[in-house]
């Protein structure tokens, strides 16, 4: 069946524009979780969703960044004003639940902020 | 996707030997771990989990092994072969929290044919 799919899978920005990364969890899959990768920093966790709702956002960086999730499917992650430390690459994964559930891994979205 | 690019430790095997990537944990108070795999553009890639209240488990070619008392959890590959190189993670959580990932900063193994 279908995976976890991310888009865009690379994007190119200019330095203070907006950017939306969009993810498509396995249907069914009510959990729904952004991670970033960059090579300063590993792989750190960013915010999860459960159905729509978001109970933890700790991990998000600054006010710039925000997530939604809409109809328990498809979630978009928002980069206001973006900033060169902002370059990484952007995975989203998503589980049938938050208990002792797997995480299924999409692709990635590779940002670059120039 | 992106490997930790400073100072990542390095394994290299042999093809046919076996593998182990050792992992110490931060929280003492986690009670789910896992083992990703990660290639080269991909997003990471579930191997085996582990709850905290076992201290092995075993898969396909795989082997968990999880100490509490250290905070440690090692992953052994029976009969590495080439398609298994690449970067490994080890990841834990609290699932009363969400079950959201920490993830250890990774291992690279590389197999020789």
């Known amino acids: 069946g279908a995976g976890v799919s991310q888009s865009p899978s690379n994007k190119v920005t200019e330095k203070g524009k907006d950017v939306e990364l969009r993810c498509d969890p396995i249907?069914?899959?009510?959990?729904l979780y952004w991670y970033r990768q960059s090579l300063g920093q590993g792989l750190e966790f960013l915010i999860y969703f459960q159905g729509n709702s978001a109970p933890d956002k700790s991990g998000l960086p600054s006010d710039r960044f925000s997530a939604e999730r809409t109809g328990g499917s498809v979630s978009t992650l928002t980069i206001q004003r973006t900033q060169q430390e902002d370059s990484a690459v952007y995975l989203c994964?998503?589980?049938?639940?938050?208990?002792?559930?797997?995480?299924?891994f999409g692709p990635g979205t590779r940002l670059t902020v120039l | 996707g992106e490997s930790v690019g400073l100072h990542l430790p390095t394994l290299s095997v042999q093809e046919g030997d076996n593998s182990i990537i050792n992992c110490a944990y931060s929280?003492?108070?986690?009670?789910?771990f896992i083992w990703y795999k990660q290639e080269s553009g991909k997003g990471p890639q579930f191997i085996i989990d582990i709850r905290s209240n076992m201290d092995k488990r075993q898969g396909q070619r795989v082997t968990v092994l999880l100490n509490k008392t250290v905070k440690h959890l090692s992953l052994q590959i029976a009969a590495t072969q080439p398609g298994d190189s690449a970067v490994y993670f080890c990841?834990?959580?609290?699932?009363?929290?969400?079950?959201?990932?920490?993830f250890g900063a990774g291992t690279i193994l590389r197999v020789k044919s």
């Open positions: 994964a998503s589980s049938l639940g938050t208990s002792w559930n797997e995480q299924f």
């Open positions: 929280n003492s108070a986690s009670d789910y």
């Open positions: 249907s069914g899959h009510t959990a």
């Open positions: 990841a834990e959580s609290l699932v009363e929290y969400g079950n959201k990932l920490v």
